[in-house]
Nanobody
Framework: QLQTVESGGGLVQPGGSLRLSCAVS????????IGWFRQAPGKEREGVSC????????NYAESVKGRFTISRDNAKNMVYLQMNALKAEDTAVYYC??????????????WGQGTQVTVSS
C-alpha cells in the first residue's frame, strides 16, 4: 500500500534553511517521477518541484528557483527538498507525491500527512 511520510518541517526565520525528507513505501520509487507540493492556508495545493526517475532532470516552480533543491535516493526510498533563503510566503504544509515533470501536477491521488513549514520572525 502506497505511503509517504514527510518530515523536517518547523519554524524558521526569514532567510533560514530547512531540509525536508519523504520516506516512500508501497511502490518502487525508482519507477516514478516524484516531487514536492505545498498548500498554504486558504490557497490551493501547488507543485513546488519534481524530479524524474533517475534524478537527472528536475523542475521547479518559478517562486522557488535558485532557492530550493530537490533530490532523491532510490536505494533508500527517500526524497528530499533542501530549502534555502526561506521567505514568509513559503509558509505551507509540504507534501511529497508522484508528479508529472513538465506540469508539476499530481499523478496519483494519494497524499500523506505532510509537514508544516512556517517562516516567521
Amino acid at each position: 500500500q502506497l505511503q509517504t511520510v514527510e518530515s523536517g518541517g518547523g519554524l524558521v526565520q526569514p532567510g533560514g534553511s530547512l531540509r525536508l525528507s519523504c520516506a516512500v513505501s508501497g511502490f518502487t520509487l525508482a519507477w516514478y517521477t516524484i516531487g514536492w507540493f505545498r498548500q498554504a492556508p486558504g490557497k490551493e495545493r501547488e507543485g513546488v518541484s519534481c524530479i524524474e526517475k533517475s534524478g537527472g532532470t528536475t523542475n521547479y516552480a518559478e517562486s522557488v528557483k535558485g532557492r530550493f533543491t530537490i533530490s532523491r535516493d532510490n536505494a533508500k526510498n527517500m526524497v528530499y527538498l533542501q530549502m534555502n533563503a526561506l521567505k514568509a510566503e513559503d509558509t505551507a504544509v509540504y507534501y511529497c507525491a508522484r508528479c508529472h515533470l513538465g506540469t508539476m501536477t499530481n499523478t496519483f491521488d494519494y497524499w500523506g500527512q505532510g509537514t508544516q513549514v512556517t517562516v516567521s520572525s
